[in-house]
Nanobody
């Protein structure tokens, strides 16, 4: 069983930076898996922010390209989301998910039964 725990959220002014972390405990055995960051603002649908495939490929929503970077420290088993030049529209609850791939997020498909989710971390950007 895989457990995820996000941290690093907070309140910043527009133009600021934050780094979110998603600590992964447990494993899916020997197989590799995708991971994604998603966010949901009040009154809005959850949307994909960035994805990391098992082969190391990275993907980003158009709204965050050039500002956000997804990466994973495999030694520490932590997924990161570096966020720079934050905007008020980035305000949302950010969650990480494992065994949920970017292609599925973009296609609007739900996560499978094997996916794991963190509890989320709030990011608030003030103008």
């Amino acid at each position: 069983q895989v457990h995820l725990a996000e941290s690093g959220g907070g309140s910043v002014q527009a133009g600021g930076s934050l780094r979110l972390s998603c600590a992964v405990s447990g494993s899916y055995g020997a197989r590799n898996y995708c991971m994604v960051w998603l966010r949901q603002a009040p009154g809005k649908k959850r949307e994909g922010v960035a994805g990391l495939d098992s082969d190391g490929s990275t993907f980003y929503a158009d709204s965050v390209k050039g500002r956000f970077t997804i990466s994973k420290d495999n030694a520490k088993n932590i997924l990161y989301l570096e966020m720079h030049n934050l905007k008020p529209e980035d305000t949302a609850m950010y969650s990480c998910a494992a065994d949920y791939c970017w292609w599925a997020v973009v296609a609007g498909l739900p996560a499978g039964d094997s996916a794991s989710w963190g509890q989320g971390t709030q990011v608030t950007v003030s103008s």
